[in-house]
């Protein structure tokens, strides 16, 4: 017994060891913390109407395999896609861009990007260019966000017609026992802060925008931080409001000391999560 026990740690021992000698830069598994690779993913992603990629914003595997998700499914369906990190009061210069109407220095100095832009969303943009691929801002503009933030959805009463139409239809449903929200809530402790209700805004403004640009026989990616759709909620509650059939795939990522197995607190967060080493080096 004494043999087979130290057997069992020597084993343990050599595992360790050879895992440190071969680092992994990632680890995908399915909901339920089976491990499984990137090509069974595609396989199930091909087949949806609707995906969500939930990334970390400053994560470089997220960002490159984002990138590699939407090469191999170009070749296998119609994309359409769509972020976060772009605002809908942006989409004429998004879109004057990508056909060419004004050019890159131009799209720069016009449109509000993020600062992480050229290293993490160039790549998707400038692919969706180059493929002729319809990229679209889904983000409720900032400062209306931080005016709900602020003083709550009422505060949006008083907008003009053109600047409602870059939110989701008024007044924003809001279910703020949802665990998403309740979790926001529960970090807010004073009052007069209507976090939950701003990013609430965000996610039903993102949805909005899907369902104003998806087609029949599409695949619409969308890439967001990973809380606008962990656990199936934000984005993609409003989604299911909607329309409760269409056929939704979410990944998430997810950052682990080490990635040879999934922590407990990340199973079915998503159908699929990409565990990545937490000393990964990050973009910003």
Known sequence: MQKFILCIAVLCQISVST?????????????????????????????????????????????????????????????????????????????????????????????????????????????????????????????????????????????????KSWIAPLPIQFEADLSSYAEIKKMVNHGGNFMAESQASKDATMAHFIFNNFMSGSLFIHFNGSFHSKNHEGIVWYVRQKKPSIKLITITTVEQENIRTLEHSFKNIADFIIAIPENMTKTY
């Open 19 to 163: 895992y440190a000698q071969n680092p992994k830069s990632h680890q995908i598994y399915t909901a339920n913390g089976s491990k499984t690779t990137f090509k069974k993913m595609m396989n199930q992603l091909e087949k949806a109407d609707l995906i969500f990629f939930g990334e970390q914003h400053n994560n470089p595997i997220a960002h490159w395999l984002q990138l590699e998700a939407i090469k191999y499914l170009q070749e296998k369906r119609t994309l359409i896609l769509g972020a976060e990190m772009f605002e809908s009061d942006n989409q004429e210069i998004l879109n004057d861009f990508l056909s060419s109407v004004i050019d890159e220095k131009k799209f720069k100095e016009s449109a509000r990007l993020w600062n992480n832009y050229e290293t993490d969303y160039k790549p998707l943009v400038d692919f969706a260019k180059k493929h002729q691929i319809q990229f679209v801002a889904t983000n409720i503009p900032r400062k209306y966000a931080s005016l709900i933030f602020k003083k709550g959805f009422s505060s949006l009463d008083s907008l003009s017609n053109t600047e």
